[in-house]
């Protein structure tokens, strides 16, 4: 049975990898694993590692913010918005890690703006509610 071709696709990069033995990753319902002749099956990575290994053995350690996984006919295909691939562990966990607490941080800026755009509009709305036009 020939391997799984693994496409990893990003907004801004696409990469295709053939012959992969086995992936595993976690979405929602906890770890899963997929190997060749696999049935049909789609799910939403979890943030953080998956990993898939070459027919010599060699692991390579996926990470990505979430991303849309699917499998067919040994096509297995990850979207997401951004991914870092490495075969050291410790290396991509530190990637992940200090991507994990930027993300972290923008989104907090984010929340922080929309909140503050929030109060500026509930007052401007209160004072036409006092305007006698």
């Not at 951004?82 to 966990?93: A, K, V």
């Amino acid at each position: 049975m020939s391997g799984i071709t693994l496409h990893l696709n990003s907004a801004v990069r696409s990469e295709r990898i053939d012959n992969v033995a086995s992936f595993v990753g976690a979405d929602a319902s906890g770890s899963f694993g997929i190997q060749p002749g696999r049935a049909r099956f789609m799910t939403i990575l979890d943030y953080g590692l998956s990993r898939y290994r070459t027919p010599d053995g060699d692991w390579f350690y996926l990470a990505c913010p979430g991303a849309v996984l699917n499998f067919a006919d040994n096509q297995l295909t990850v979207n997401t918005r951004r991914y870092l691939c490495d075969p050291d562990y410790q290396r991509i966990s530190d990637l992940l890690a200090g991507q994990l607490a930027e993300e972290e941080a923008g989104l907090k800026s984010v929340k922080e703006n929309l909140q503050q755009m929030e109060q500026a509009l509930f007052r401007r709305l209160r004072n036409l509610e006092r305007w006698p036009g």
